[in-house]
Structures are given as structure tokens and as C-alpha cells.
């Protein structure tokens, strides 16, 4: 880590007892070393009063301890046994560096993110941090201080719910790993500011485009405040609509093309469901589970497990291309009007395709014609000529 600054920096740096990445040693008297335990310490100048240490409590260290910075940039902790008791990479600043584990240790509760420079020439932790969350599916999240500024959404497979252009391979290669021992690995646009548009509410910033609200309220729900609604105040977001039942009275799904799925904080992920329609049925059978979707679409929609939304749904959107399929508990009366509309819109499919295809043969006729026009012309002309020649010779 280098700095302009004059205060001192080293780019391995633990939040641990002791010296922080914010409270920097000011002159060159800091020196790193080894303890009486086998630990290594940043003293300045007391050697008997360390500002930084491993603190690590292992009887095997004090005896022969080494420290080794490998080819991956990791500086590693060795017990006399060679045994490594501490790494750097388990403690990131603001670089997720190749074979660094990102995220969450499920057994020791070692959460690995990373913070941004609070300033261009100064190293230490600003207010932007990259964190991984475990509640309901895990999720990728951008804080400002203590507030969610933006959500990746879920690993789906094949990259994060919320990050389309993020396809395998994608500038590097990702290795996602989620087991019962850990869970490891900016904004474009308006809606990609976390809770854009409020709850319940789809954020489709290609209605920007048009000058239309870019925040649209979930089939099935309608404005809370609809005052508000119309001073495009988007907070208060939407709720179901008055009078409807979406309890076992005739009530479905529609589908949400291309989305970006909700918060999975009230959510719940079941990966033994396999077949997307099996979600749907799980999903059927909850009166309070308001939509559904695949957790893996690495493999197509179909079959990589269920993940069933419960409460409001928060922080959804749309792409123009990439996401994936959502599906959205609606009332029996919604669910007809959608069934009308994907029939009017079949029925004018297949009219413009017979006037295409009548365009096409009026086109066809048209060109026969001036071409058999063109030949009788042509022949016409030959005999002519022929004829004439003819004569002339008498």
C-alpha cells in the first residue's frame, strides 16, 4: 500500500488488538518483529508495548515462528511446525487480491470485506465497505457507513442477480463457494441506488428514457399514497391493492422478465426443490409467499433449486437484457386481465404476421409482373427488329 501522505502505512493489516488502518504511525520509528510469544508486532519505540500484533494464542509459536510473504502477495504466520496460524488475507483492506477468500467464515464468523481509501491520497477506511450478508440467500452488498448504498442481489449460478453484464469470466475468473463452513468469492444507473423505488415497486429506468416514471408498482399492487404517486414520490412504494385475495381464491403468478430479484433478507432458499413448477406449488401453498424464483440459473430457469419471498418485496428491477425470470403472486381478477392481455397480444402477432405476409405476396406479384411486362417488351422488340430486317432485304 503507498500513500503521498507522510504518515506510515503496511499493506497487511488485521482488525485486531492494537493498531488500526485509520490511527497510522506518524514518523519511521515503527519497526515489525517478533515477540517473546511468536507473534508478529509493530512496536514504536517500547518493544514492551506493541501498537499492533497477530494475537495469536498458540503454544507452538513461541518456540520457532516465522513469517513468509508468498507469490501471492499473502504474508503468512508459521508455527514450528510450519503450520500456518495467521495469513493477511483473512483481514483485506481495499483490494480483493487473486485466491484472497471474500466473504464469510462460517465457523470462526470471519467476515472478509473490503473498504475504499477515505480519500485519494489517503489509505485509510473511507465510508464505502463491500460486504457479504447471510440472511436469506447470501448477498453482496455496497455500505455507506452503516446504510446499504447498493445490493448485488444473489449468486444465481452464473454471477450476481443484480449485475447482468457480469458474465462468466468477466474481467476475472470468480470461484463462489457456499457450504456449512463459509460463503466466499458500481452503480450504473438510478436503480441500482438500493430501495430506489421503495417496496413492492419494479424500477425500470428505460422509463426514464421516455420521460414516464421510472418506478412502476408490482402487478397486483398499486401506489400507498397515491398523492405522492403522482409527485413521483417513490418512499412509501406500493401495497396490494384494496379488496383482493391471494390466499387459495383463484390466485397465480405472473411472470417478471429480465429482473434483478428482490432482497433475500425475507426470503427462504430450499435447494432440494429442482423443477421450477415444484417452486411455484411450495410458493401455492404459503398464503403469505408473495413470489418465487430459481436459486441457480446457471443450468437454464429450471432446476437449480427454489427460493420463495415472504413479507414486502424490496429492491427489484428490471435489465434490458440478462437477469432472470421472477414470478409474483397476484389475485384471481389480476391473473384473468393477464391472461386477456397475453391472448390480444398473440391474436395481434399473428395479424401483423398475415399482414406481413400479404405485404410479402402483393410485393411478389408485383415484381412477376413487371418482369413478365419487361420480357413481352423485350420480345416484342426482337421481333421486331427481326421483321424490319427482313423486308429491307426484299
Known amino acids: 500500500m503507498f500513500s503521498t501522505t507522510p504518515s506510515s502505512y503496511i499493506s497487511f493489516q488485521p482488525h485486531q488488538k492494537g493498531k488500526q488502518r485509520g490511527d497510522p504511525i506518524d514518523d519511521t520509528s515503527g519497526s515489525l518483529s517478533f515477540d517473546s510469544t511468536g507473534n508478529l508486532v509493530i512496536t514504536r519505540p517500547d518493544p514492551n508495548n506493541p501498537v499492533w500484533s ?5 503454544p507452538t509459536l513461541a518456540k520457532n515462528s516465522s513469517a513468509q510473504l508468498l507469490d501471492t502477495g499473502n504474508l503468512v504466520l508459521l508455527d514450528s511446525n510450519r503450520a500456518v496460524v495467521w ?7 481495499d483490494t480483493v487480491l487473486p485466491y484472497l477468500r471474500f466473504g464469510v467464515d462460517r465457523k470462526s464468523s470471519l467476515n472478509r470485506f473490503v473498504t475504499a481509501w477515505k480519500s485519494r491520497d489517503d489509505p485509510g477506511p473511507g ?6 450478508d447471510l440472511k436469506g440467500s447470501p448477498q453482496l452488498f455496497l455500505y455507506k457507513g452503516s446504510d446499504v448504498f447498493w445490493r448485488a442481489g444473489s449468486w444465481i449460478g452464473r454471477g450476481w442477480s443484480g449485475t447482468p453484464d457480469m458474465t462468466p469470466n468477466f474481467i476475472f475468473n470468480i470461484s463462489y463457494v457456499e457450504n456449512q463452513d463459509e460463503v466466499t468469492l458500481a452503480p450504473k444507473d438510478q436503480c441500482d ?3 430506489y423505488c421503495g417496496p413492492n415497486r419494479n424500477c425500470d429506468p428505460y422509463n426514464a428514457d421516455t ?3 421510472d418506478c412502476r408498482c408490482l402487478l397486483g399492487f398499486e401506489p400507498k399514497s397515491t398523492n405522492d404517486w403522482y409527485l413521483r414520490d417513490r418512499s412509501d412504494g406500493c401495497v396490494r391493492k384494496r379488496g383482493r385475495h ?3 381464491n383463484g390466485d397465480g403468478f405472473v411472470k417478471v422478465a429480465r429482473a434483478k430479484v428482490p432482497n433475500t433478507w425475507t426470503a427462504r432458499v430450499n435447494k432440494s426443490i429442482l423443477a421450477l413448477k415444484e417452486c411455484e406449488l411450495e410458493c401455492l401453498r404459503n398464503c403469505t409467499c408473495n413470489g418465487y424464483a430459481s436459486a441457480d440459473i446457471s443450468h437454464g430457469d429450471d432446476g437449480g433449486g427454489c427460493v420463495t419471498w415472504f413479507g414486502d418485496l424490496i429492491d427489484s428491477r428490471v435489465f434490458s437484457s440478462g437477469g432472470q425470470d421472477l414470478y409474483i ?3 384471481a381478477v389480476e391473473l384473468g386481465r393477464q391472461s386477456i392481455s397475453a391472448i390480444n397480444s398473440q391474436y395481434l402477432k399473428l395479424q401483423q404476421s398475415h399482414r406481413k405476409k400479404g405485404v410479402v405476396a402483393a410485393i411478389a406479384a408485383s415484381v412477376t409482373a413487371t418482369l413478365l411486362l419487361t420480357f413481352c417488351l423485350f420480345y416484342w422488340l426482337v421481333v421486331k427488329k427481326r421483321t424490319g430486317k427482313q423486308v429491307f432485304d426484299l
Open 54 to 58: 497477530t494475537n495469536v494464542s498458540n
Open 87 to 93: 495469513q493477511s488475507f483473512d483481514h483485506p483492506t
Open 127 to 132: 465510508e464505502y465497505s463491500l460486504k457479504m
Open 193 to 195: 441506488s438500493y430501495n
Open 211 to 213: 420521460d414516464q416514471f
Open 246 to 248: 391471494v390466499c387459495r
Open 329 to 331: 403472486r397476484v389475485d
